[in-house]
């Protein structure tokens, strides 16, 4: 899935879960990549692009496994309709989240994204502090197991630990 951002040179920060993963919060491992795109339309026909190639489904509850085929696959416009989206891919699950729960988008999250080595390529991660932000707003139950996680790593991180 990253080959493919990469690939396509789609600018992107990894979020949620996953982004607390590779900060090495000790959490249960999340089955899904939760990414903010920049917004710009150009950004977004990259996006699409390698969600195409991806063959990005839609993810619906109670739905099927494979996810629901998208009508003439995904485009920049349809994504610029979304405030957040869950798709299953080819390379697994991805949810795309435009306005991340207490952030107002890729703008807000960018000057605190890190570079984190990951596969072999440098992956950009919103800063642990932005994911605590973000998962604190979001308040939800799976959200508020790992809080507690996040904000012991940060003190360490902090202490020098």
């Not at 309709?81 to 988008?105: E, F, H, R, Y």
């Amino acid at each position: 899935m990253l080959d493919a951002l990469e690939r396509h040179r789609v600018v992107y920060l990894v979020i949620g879960g996953f982004a607390a993963e590779l900060h090495d919060v000790a959490i249960p491992p999340t089955r899904d990549v939760d990414i903010t795109p920049q917004p710009g339309r150009q950004n977004l026909r990259r996006l699409a692009d390698a969600l195409n190639d991806l063959e990005a489904r839609l993810r619906v509850v109670g739905g099927p496994a494979e996810g629901v085929p998208l009508p003439g696959g995904v485009s920049a416009d349809w994504l610029a309709g979304m405030v957040s989206v869950a798709l299953v891919t080819s390379a697994g699950p991805l949810d795309i989240a435009m306005l991340p729960d207490g952030t107002t988008g890729y703008e807000d999250l960018k000057p605190g994204v890190v570079i984190v080595p990951y596969e072999g390529r440098p992956v950009p991660v919103a800063s642990l502090q932005d994911v605590l932000r973000s998962k604190e707003a979001a308040g939800r139950p799976k959200d508020l197991l790992v809080i507690p996680a996040l904000r012991d790593h940060l003190r360490r991180r902090t202490r020098g630990e």
